[in-house]
């Protein structure tokens, strides 16, 4: 499953922010490139930073036991690439390889939430974005796991 340009309902999280509140988050910003291949995160690695991606492709996967990695939703330009840095305990869910050289605005994930404590605007539509973005990384995942195993574990006994 790939995403939406601008991630979930095609309007990315700096389009769902407040203008103020766009500018102070982008205040933080860092641009970045990384190159084809760079695995950017892995399950379980602390979550202290995230990225919004401005082109390429990432791919979120799974680790699948006896099966490696199994890639469950891609992310391409406008999206948000990372979500556990907001919610405890801060430790990836997934892992992250671009897929071509990417380049991405990336944050600091203490200080967005250092700024979100005192701009509770910004905080509100973060969290409400994040949360989206949460169950549209849940629903991608649940179909490729049903894609791997439902066949499997589907049929009964009478």
């Known amino acids: 499953m790939t995403t939406e340009p601008g991630g ?36 379980g690695e602390e979550a202290d930073r995230f ?4 082109s390429g492709t990432v ?9 490696g990695r199994a890639i469950v939703e891609t992310i391409g330009a406008g999206g948000l690439l990372g979500w556990s840095w907001l919610c405890p305990p801060r430790q990836w869910h997934l892992g992250a390889e671009t897929r071509e050289p990417t380049r991405a605005w990336m ?12 701009r509770p605007t910004l905080g509100l539509a973060l ?12 629903r ?19």
């Open 51 to 54: 990225w919004i991606l401005r």
């Open 127 to 138: 969290v409400t974005f994040v949360a989206e973005t949460i169950g549209e990384r849940l």
């Open 59 to 67: 791919a979120l996967d799974v680790q699948v036991p006896g099966r």
């Open 8 to 43: 979930p309902g095609g309007e990315g999280l700096l389009a769902a922010l407040p203008g103020e509140e766009r500018e102070r988050l982008m205040a933080l910003a860092r641009d970045t490139v990384l190159p084809a291949g760079t695995r950017v995160f892995e399950e």
């Open 107 to 118: 944050f600091d994930a203490a200080a967005v939430r250092d700024l979100c404590t005192v």
């Open 140 to 158: 991608a995942t649940r179909i490729r796991l049903l894609d791997l195993y439902g066949t499997q574990g589907s049929e009964r006994t009478p």
